[in-house]
T-cell receptor, first 111, second 111 residues
Framework: DAGVIQSPRHEVTEMGQEVTLRCKPI?????LFWYRQTMMRGLELLIY????????DSGMPEDRFSAKMPNASFSTLKIQPSEPRDSAVYFC?????????FGPGTRLTVT | SQQGEEDPQALSIQEGENATMNCSYK?????LQWYRQNSGRGLVHLIL?????REKHSGRLRVTLDTSKKSSSLLITASRAADTASYFC???????????FGGGTRLMVKP
């Protein structure tokens, strides 16, 4: 298995632009998680899905953030408009039982 | 909010020495997991210990769990330079496969 796949790996954008991060979970996993990691705040859970349905989005910082999972093999995290404070590494993880499998992350820089 | 709190935040040892990291949490758990993160990479699951277990081994890793003290420790024996990474504990509070991650311990093993 290829593991969790995220794209792009790096994204540099200007303040105010829309950013879309993509994730392909491991086949057969029915849970998908989006995290954000910064030095200041550590690893934060933004939102997670079960069977493509959002279960808990209480970690989404603002309405500028949205996430979708149109099918079992694809999810997106969108930031519109982006701000410099959104700069972080964004991880997607999937699980079938309790252990989570993380993707390599997307390093987002908003200038 | 982060429930797992690791101690120490940073640890530097010589190759061959043992490394011990501790984790404390606040509310009852279903299980506790340890993850490793190499610089610039996603987290990798190392070991899981269930609430009814007290100790678990995997290769050079030994995990203990004391539910009365709400704490866990991860011991890496005979450390190697390749063990240099950040180590995170994550608690499962039986909330839909959601995990709560601590702030991590940065381990440096000097050759």
């Amino acid at each position: 298995d290829a593991g969790v796949i995220q794209s792009p790996r790096h994204e540099v954008t200007e303040m105010g632009q829309e950013v879309t991060l993509r994730c392909k979970p491991i086949s057969g996993h029915d849970y998908l998680f989006w995290y954000r990691q910064t030095m200041m705040r550590g690893l934060e859970l933004l939102i997670y899905f079960n069977n493509n349905v959002p279960i808990d989005d209480s970690g989404m910082p603002e309405d500028r953030f949205s996430a979708k999972m149109p099918n079992a093999s694809f999810s997106t995290l969108k930031i519109q408009p982006s701000e410099p404070r959104d700069s972080a590494v964004y991880f997607c993880a999937s699980s079938a039982r309790t252990e989570q499998y993380f993707g390599p992350g997307t390093r987002l820089t908003v200038t | 909010s982060q429930q797992g709190e690791e101690d120490p935040q940073a640890l530097s040892i010589q190759e061959g020495e043992n490394a011990t990291m501790n984790c404390s949490y606040k509310t009852s758990i279903n299980n506790l997991q340890w993850y490793r993160q190499n610089s610039g990479r996603g987290l990798v699951h190392l070991i899981l210990i269930r609430s009814n277990e007290r100790e678990k081994h995997s290769g050079r890793l030994r995990v203990t769990l004391d539910t009365s003290k709400k704490s866990s420790s991860l011991l890496i024996t005979a450390s190697r330079a390749a063990d240099t990474a950040s180590y995170f504990c994550a608690t499962d509070h039986n909330a839909g496969n959601m995990l709560t991650f601590g702030g991590g311990t940065r381990l440096m093993v000097k050759p």
